[in-house]
T-cell receptor, first 111, second 115 residues
Framework: SAVISQKPSRDICQRGTSLTIQCQVD?????MFWYRQQPGQSLTLIATANQGSEATYESGFVIDKFPISRPNLTFSTLTVSNMSPEDSSIYLC????????FGPGTRLTVL | AQTVTQSQPEMSVQEAETVTLSCTYDTSENNYYLFWYKQPPSRQMILVIR??????QNATENRFSVNFQKAAKSFSLKISDSQLGDTAMYFC????????????FGPGTSLSVIP
């Protein structure tokens, strides 16, 4: 199994600022995934992050708004830039390690 | 592109009774995985059950079982002997087998188990 931790677990931010979310996995994995879960909604994939290459973004998500780093096989960061209240969501990190594992999520509130 | 549909936004069941959650999906792939995930109020995603599309036998995990109809692209979840701890959001999900690709989630069904 894979154990995933995320920091911070929650944050309240002002509009126009940026927040970087960290994801740490206890196993080396090739791909890491970042999902967004808006209030009362399902999970939507933001991007796939491979170590050593640029992240692949899904339709509707762009690198300028959600830059991602993947410096090694156990760590990734997602930055939510120039935040607005519409960015208020839970952001989840996920990996595939024989099955899909999810982090506990980061609850972001933008005022 | 793959899509996953769950037609029941909310459901409720009496404790100890049986409930079935529906899921349909659309794909042109032949080899894939289907999942049911549970998300309790703690928001931690928990894998309930997994089905490989190439297996005809329906997957079971204790009180949880699925009815997988590949031709109909249907994948329902049956929860037997419902318990209060089963109260959660349940998401049906799809993943291509070829590259252990991203997981596509359905909109979810909110299940309430009533004492």
């Amino acid at each position: 199994s894979a154990v995933i931790s995320q920091k911070p677990s929650r944050d309240i931010c002002q509009r126009g600022t940026s927040l970087t979310i960290q994801c740490q996995v206890d196993s080396q994995v090739t791909m890491m995934f970042w999902y967004r879960q808006q209030p009362g909604q399902s999970l939507t994939l933001i991007a796939t992050a491979n170590q050593g290459s640029e992240a692949t973004y899904e339709s509707g998500f762009v690198i300028d708004k959600f830059p991602i780093s993947r410096p090694n096989l156990t760590f990734s960061t997602l930055t939510v830039s120039n935040m607005s209240p519409e960015d208020s969501s839970i952001y989840l990190c996920s990996v595939y390690y024989n099955e899909q594992f999810f982090g506990p999520g980061t609850r972001l509130t933008v005022l | 592109a793959q899509t996953v549909t769950q037609s029941q936004p909310e459901m409720s069941v009496q404790e100890a009774e049986t409930v079935t959650l529906s899921c349909t999906y659309d794909t042109s792939e032949n080899n894939y995985y289907l999942f049911w995930y549970k998300q309790p109020p703690s928001r931690q995603m928990i894998l309930v059950i997994r089905q490989e599309a190439y297996k005809q036998q329906n997957a079971t995990e204790n009180r949880f079982s699925v009815n997988f109809q590949k031709a109909a692209k249907s994948f329902s979840l049956k929860i037997s002997d419902s318990q209060l701890g089963d109260t959660a959001m349940y998401f049906c999900a799809f993943m291509k087998l070829s590259s252990y690709d991203k997981v596509i989630f359905g909109p979810g069904t909110s299940l309430s188990v009533i004492p």
